[in-house]
C-alpha cells in the first residue's frame, strides 16, 4: 500500500496559516515521507475533498489526516470527518475518485507536553524567570466539551508546576476568565512584567487585533506598556505557534503511529 499524511487547518482569510502548512508539508517530506498534503476546512486552497484526490491520484491508499488544531472539538470531531467522506467516525475507507482509501483522524496537538514545552521556550526567548507574569491567552469555545478552554488551563496548571509563581490564562470570548480579570489576578500578585503567549496555530485575526487590543496593547506589535489598576506593567506579547520545530516531531511521530513505519 502507498500511505500519505495529509495535514489539514481551519483556513482563513487573514494570516499566515498557508505557509505555516508548507513549512511543515515540506519538513515532512524531508524526514522521508514521500507522500505529503495539506488542506483547509474553509476558505483556502486545496479543500478537503481536493487534497483527498490528489493525493489519491499519487496513488496513496492509505492516509492519516493530522489536525493541524491547538484542541479538539466539533471540527475536528464531526465536521473535518464528514469532509473526508467518514461520517462522524475517525477511521474507515471512502471512495476517491473511483478508488477505495483508507483514512484514520490522528487528534489536535490538544493534550501534547509539547504545547507546554513550546510556552517555556516563549518565555525563555522573551528574557523570561520565574518570577515574570505568565498570561496564557485561548480563544475559547463553545463546543460542548469546552476543550480549548481545558487545554488552555491544562497548560497553565503545567507551566504553574514548573516552578513559575504568577500564571494567568483567559480567553479571547465564550469562556472565562476574561482577559481583564486575569490581568487584574496578576497585578494584584505585584508583578511588574507579563508575558502574554497566545495558545493560537496561527496569525489570525484574534491574536493579531482582538487579543491585543483587550490587553491594551498596539494590534500586530509585540507588546508594550498598559496600566492595570493604576499602576504601569510591561507587556509581552509572543507570536502564535506557527510552524515550530517541535509540532513536526508531533506530526512525525503521529504519522508512524498511523501507518506504521
Not at 39 to 55: C, G, H, T, W, Y
Not at 210 to 215: N, S
Request: include cysteine.
Amino acid at each position: 500500500m502507498s500511505k500519505g499524511v495529509l495535514i489539514i487547518g481551519y483556513g482563513t482569510r487573514n494570516g499566515n496559516l498557508s505557509e505555516i502548512l508548507d513549512t511543515q508539508v515540506n519538513r515532512m517530506r524531508c524526514r522521508g515521507w514521500e507522500h505529503v498534503g495539506k488542506a483547509f476546512f474553509r476558505v483556502n486552497e486545496p479543500s478537503i475533498p481536493d487534497a483527498l484526490k490528489q493525493m489519491a491520484d499519487e496513488g496513496v491508499d492509505e492516509i492519516v489526516a493530522i489536525p493541524y488544531y491547538i484542541s479538539e472539538g466539533t471540527l475536528t470531531k464531526e465536521l473535518i470527518p464528514e469532509k473526508l467522506g467518514l461520517g462522524r467516525s475517525d477511521s474507515g475507507k471512502t471512495i476517491v475518485n473511483g478508488k477505495e482509501v483508507s483514512i484514520s483522524i490522528a487528534s489536535a496537538f490538544d493534550s501534547s507536553f509539547t504545547l507546554t514545552d513550546i510556552i517555556c521556550d516563549k518565555i525563555a526567548d522573551a528574557n523570561g524567570n520565574m518570577d515574570c507574569g505568565i498570561l496564557i491567552l485561548g480563544h475559547g469555545t463553545r463546543f460542548k466539551a469546552l476543550s480549548n478552554m481545558k487545554t488552555i488551563q491544562m497548560n497553565a496548571e503545567r507551566v504553574a508546576a514548573r516552578g513559575y509563581k504568577h500564571v494567568a490564562y483567559a480567553f479571547n470570548e465564550f469562556c472565562e476568565p476574561t482577559i481583564p480579570e486575569a490581568l487584574d489576578k496578576l497585578e494584584k500578585e505585584g508583578v511588574d512584567r507579563i508575558i502574554a503567549i497566545p495558545l493560537f496555530i496561527a496569525l489570525g485575526i484574534h491574536p493579531s487585533r482582538e487579543i491585543p487590543q483587550k490587553i491594551g496593547i498596539e494590534p500586530y506589535s509585540s507588546g508594550g506598556n498598559i496600566e492595570v489598576n493604576g499602576r504601569k506593567i510591561n507587556v509581552y506579547y509572543a507570536r502564535p505557534v506557527e510552524s515550530n520545530p517541535r509540532l513536526l516531531d508531533v506530526l512525525d511521530q503521529k504519522a508512524r503511529e498511523y501507518l506504521g513505519e
